[in-house]
């Protein structure tokens, strides 16, 4: 219990140090003027509080999938001998490749596109962005997760540090934080940017449908599902989801209840 207690103050430390650095970057740097945070962050916010009451009652986690595959040396890393750090490597590497497919599939499945619609119909993108996932879909992602944990035998350390990487690659990469182009197309060459990732949150399906990836940007060029640039500017490209844009779309009551209603089909 002392050991959960401190993994769970390490991801919190690492999560608020990073929300409060991009806070102040989007505050400073802004890429698009945004004047709906009032209306905008309740729901997200509250979807977010919603989904860490969920996940402290779970009795699965990433951590609980490593201590297990610990306990009964189950896993890949457990039958062939492999040294510390590789391992550490490798299960970061794999582990946000399950991600992109992830995502990939829950644009491809009809169903699952109805529980992460909720991400989408966002009217704007900014760090909050990267809280708003249906508690449906993030129940999903944690049996995933767990499953490709002990399939691994994923070292405790790597499963810790991943948590934290992909919580604070998903602020980054949601932000409404400027990049000079330079800096954009440096370190896109590794890490999703905000600019290739704001591509992803286009109304148009043929962007939307584009830049899975949420920390590694290689895989998106691997795959073939890269998209550079929107086809308008960043400033002014519309974010969100046709058929999405009432007032009434910010409200945490409609983002809990949006996968089981039946509005225009925006994918």
Known sequence: MEFLNLEWT????????????????????PVRAESRRLL????????????????ALLPISAVSAA????????????????????????????LDLVIYFQHRLFHAVPYFWRIHRVHHTDAELDLTTALRFHPIEILLSIL??????ILLGAPLFAVIAFEIVLN?????????LKLPGLVDRAIRLVI???DMHRVHHSVLPAEHNRNYGFALSIWDRLFRSYHAQPSGSHASMDI????????REYRFDHLMAEPFRNPPDTH
């Not at 995933?144 to 944990?149: E, F, G, H, N, S």
């Open 10 to 29: 390490i991801r919190l430390s690492a999560f608020m140090i990073a929300a409060l650095i991009l806070v102040s970057c989007e505050l400073v740097f």
């Open 40 to 55: 905008r962050w309740p729901g997200n916010l509250g979807i977010f509080l919603t989904n860490a009451v969920m996940l």
């Open 67 to 94: 201590l297990f595959s610990i306990q009964h040396k189950f896993g890949l890393f457990f039958w062939f001998e492999i040294s510390f750090w590789p391992k550490v490597i490798v299960t970061l590497v794999l």
């Open 144 to 149: 995933l997760k767990t499953m490709a944990i």
């Open 168 to 176: 604070v690659a998903a602020m980054f990469n949601h932000s409404n």
């Open 192 to 194: 999703v940017t905000p």
């Open 240 to 247: 969100g989801l046709a058929g999405f844009k009432d007032g």
